[in-house]
């Protein structure tokens, strides 16, 4: 069961936890901010990120963005291709007079990576949005394979941007063959983050396709490990797709502590979880206190 599903059929007992249902959609949560966040260096970047990180793809209300934030949240992650260059809008509305508080990553959709030109726009494009004039972390969205780790056409886009400042730091996000995939990064030594599809389970189902997906666990961490060592900062998706979890000594399972297992592994610098309501922000954002 995903997140979206698991709350929606758990919203009945939200008026006990004190949550008030606004919509189907919003939440409203009377929390205190957040304190003691953990902050973990991003591999050999050296930025200091929060060890969970907000996954900004479903999020459609600048409030929201604005709540993560004052938690002591700074990773955003978000991507050219989300609501057409929306989600990005909505990000440099929130960030434009803290833009040095936060790390932004963002993504060039897996369609144009043979097309330094396109890349190039979809970068300048990304900047307009977020209404800066850099962006931390860029990253090659949805890498297949080897090959796409070693594109030579993103390569190039990739370097030009980061030599003109554009960009600080390169990656990849990987949704399938991880463990292929940051294998071939490591060897290639051209990427700063790898952004990855992980999660207790071993295994996620996509919340709007519906594809199915899973993994060899021993494997892939064998090579995230290998990718700590090399520098290569590892931050985890699909963090939540594979259901919420108990740990041993604990009543319920949950979506908190289906975060606190990826953080226990010490080669993961952050995770970044999709929010879309404020129940989310605190249920993940308690998961670093517990850590």
């Given amino acids: 069961m995903n997140r979206k599903t698991f709350i929606t059929r758990s919203t009945a007992g939200l008026v006990g936890l004190g949550i008030t249902v606004t919509s189907k959609s919003h939440l409203t949560y009377a929390q205190p901010e957040m304190k003691n966040i953990q902050y973990r260096t991003l591999g050999r970047t050296g930025l200091k990120v929060s060890a969970v990180g907000f996954g900004a793809s479903r999020a459609t209300e600048p409030s929201l963005i604005k709540k993560v934030v004052d938690t002591g949240v700074n990773l955003l992650d978000t991507g050219r291709m989300y609501s057409g260059g929306r989600n990005e809008e909505l990000i440099g509305r929130v960030i434009k007079d803290i833009r040095e508080t936060v790390v932004i ?3 060039i959709h897996q369609n144009i990576q043979h097309d330094p030109k396109a890349m190039e726009k979809s970068i300048d494009d990304s900047l307009k949005a977020l209404r800066t004039d850099y962006i931390d972390i860029m990253l090659l969205r949805w890498t297949a394979d080897k090959d796409a780790i ?3 056409d993103a390569i190039e886009a990739l370097t030009k941007a980061k030599k003109a400042g554009k960009i600080l730091f390169t990656g990849f996000s990987c949704h399938n063959n991880q463990a292929e995939i940051i294998r071939a990064a490591i060897e290639n030594g051209f990427y700063d983050v790898a952004l990855t599809a992980y999660n207790h389970a ?3 189902t996509h919340s709007q396709s519906g594809n ?4 060899d666990q021993p494997a ?12 290569i900062g590892i931050v985890a998706i699909k963090t939540c797709s594979g259901g919420p979890y108990k740990a041993e000594g ?4 949950s979506y908190t502590s289906a975060l606190k297992w990826i953080l226990n592994n010490k080669n993961i610098s952050s995770v970044v ?3 879309a309501n404020f129940r989310e922000v605190e249920e993940d954002v308690r998961a670093m206190n517990q850590v």
Avoid: C, F, H, V
């Fill in 202 to 204: 071993g295994n996620y």
């Fill in 220 to 231: 892939l961490e064998i090579e995230l490990e290998k990718a700590s060592t090399a520098g």
């Fill in 150 to 152: 070693d594109n030579p």
């Fill in 105 to 107: 990553q963002s993504k």
């Fill in 250 to 253: 604990e009543t319920e399972a």
């Fill in 212 to 215: 199915y997906s899973e993994w």
């Fill in 273 to 275: 979880p999709a929010m």
